[in-house]
């Protein structure tokens, strides 16, 4: 026999899984009702010069300002102005290049007629995302994207639960659009993000590496006598060794020298010496891809542009930027 706190528990899991099924229910029923509209908001959007303004009142104003930085964070850029501070000095962020874009389920929160009324003398775009198609906010715009009149979860249905979730998706979805639309690919999505986890693990080898003038580079025919003092003046363990077109053919490491140690040594050319395959990595790599190739005693990459060395990456580069 159950006891009370595991019948509770078995109440608020069957609570919370109805409450996601009610809300995906909403956000499958958008996706089928979605149509050219949204097609004729994304070339609006393309054509601004200016920038996006959100703007929306309670959990709308939320999901507004969310969007809002998912778009500044993938190439758009785009402002979240609050209806009130709006009426208080703040419609002077609007412009005659910009695009108006306001959440409202209703469409009759009374906050945003100020920014309505500034965003219509303008002349520029208004985008209604609302789930009244006869507002007052629908009737001012010139573009309109209707969100289904979906029960709000619960019993009570009263929360913007469904319909706020509803607007989340739709605002994502216009940001993966018009990123793709766009063409904006992880090196633009890095310089947005230099910071955290996402940041380091977009970072490139090229950004980490260091630069052909500081790495020990040798001829297969230097004496090791001329390699040693390579090696030492640049501190880093290890030497690339080139023909007479410059291109990578080998490497020497400490370990090759300590397996290579006898008298003679120094009066011994490179090419003797040498490994020939050198581990190497291209510059356009992503650093946490150079991590997964330096593996047991390797501890540093030749950067390679057509055969040709550019910069040396070493594992303490890496760890000191942060990978691991």
């Known amino acids: 026999m159950k006891n009370k706190n595991q019948v509770l528990k078995l109440d608020y899991l069957e609570i919370g899984k109805k409450v996601l099924i009610d809300e995906s229910k909403g956000i499958v029923e958008l996706a089928s009702n979605l149509g050219n509209e949204f097609i004729e908001v994304i070339n609006c959007l393309k054509s601004i010069n200016g920038r996006f303004i959100f703007s929306g009142v309670g959990k709308s104003g939320h999901i507004a300002k969310k969007i809002s930085s998912t778009l500044s964070s993938t190439g758009s850029p785009s402002h979240f102005l609050h209806p009130t501070e709006a009426s208080h000095g703040d419609l002077g962020i609007l412009t005659d290049i910009d695009c108006l874009i306001i959440f409202s389920k209703s469409g009759e929160s009374y906050e945003i007629n100020d920014i309505l009324s500034v965003a219509k003398n303008l002349s520029i775009p208004i985008i209604a995302i609302c789930a009244n198609s006869k507002s007052t906010l629908v009737k001012s715009s010139t573009h309109f994207l209707k969100i289904p009149k979906i029960p709000e979860a619960g019993n009570l249905a009263l929360a913007p639960t469904t319909s706020s979730t509803m607007m989340l998706s739709l605002g994502d979805a216009i940001a993966i659009a018009l990123l793709e639309a766009k063409n904006f690919s992880s090196d633009d999505f890095q310089k947005f993000h230099p910071g955290g ?17 500081s790495v020990p580079i040798v001829n297969t025919s230097s004496l090791m006598s001329e390699v040693l003092l390579a090696m030492s003046s640049k501190n880093f363990g290890c030497a690339c060794v080139v023909d007479e077109k410059l291109n990578l053919v080998g490497s020497i490491t ?3 020298l300590r397996r290579h140690i006898d008298k003679d040594l120094l009066e011994r050319k490179a090419i003797d010496i040498m490994s020939k395959s ?22 540093s990459l030749f950067v390679v542009e057509n055969n040709k060395v550019i910069g040396l990456l070493r594992l303490h580069d890496c760890i000191r930027a942060g990978l691991n």
């Open 254 to 256: 400490d370990g090759d």
């Open 197 to 213: 986890r996402l940041g380091m693990s977009l970072l490139k080898v090229s950004d980490l590496m260091h630069t052909k003038e």
């Open 278 to 299: 050198p581990k190497t990595i291209d510059p356009t790599a992503y650093a946490i891809d150079a991590i997964k190739k330096m593996v047991g005693s390797i501890t």
